[in-house]
């Protein structure tokens, strides 16, 4: 599975912006799919991570209230929806997949086999 990230971009403080990605097979559509963000000289951070149906989605603490995720499997696409973005989410955003993750790992980047090329999310205070 391909993935291919899109969408990112400058904003200002307390502006919003939706990145997607888009999974390159149908098979794409029953996995579980993720967005991390590294920002320079940090560690690859977890951001969100969505099941198959939409039944379960999870957030990191830093963006509980202010980002949320979506998937539409007939475009076999999952959105990242930023509101209220802050300087601090300045970060290169990737998109991730796996086939089978076990939920408490789904924070770890190393759960994921498949990744985006990312898309850089720029926010100026």
């Known amino acids: 599975v391909q993935l291919q990230a899109s969408g990112g971009g400058l904003v200002q403080a307390g502006g919003c912006l939706r990145p997607?990605?888009?999974?390159?097979?149908?098979?794409?559509?029953?996995?579980?799919m993720a967005w991390f963000r590294q920002a320079q000289g940090k560690e690859r951070e977890f951001v969100a991570a969505?099941?198959?149906?939409?039944?379960?989605?999870y957030y990191g603490n830093s963006v509980k209230g202010r980002f949320t995720i979506s998937r539409d499997n007939a475009k076999i696409t999952v959105y990242l929806q930023m509101n209220s973005l802050k300087p601090e989410d300045t970060a290169l955003y990737y998109c991730a997949a796996d086939s089978t993750i076990i939920v408490i790992s789904l924070y770890s980047p190393s759960a994921y086999d498949y990744w985006g090329q990312g898309t850089q999310v720029t926010v100026s205070s």
């Open positions: 997607s990605c888009a999974a390159s097979e149908r098979t794409g559509s029953r996995f579980y």
């Open positions: 969505i099941n198959w149906n939409s039944r379960h989605t």
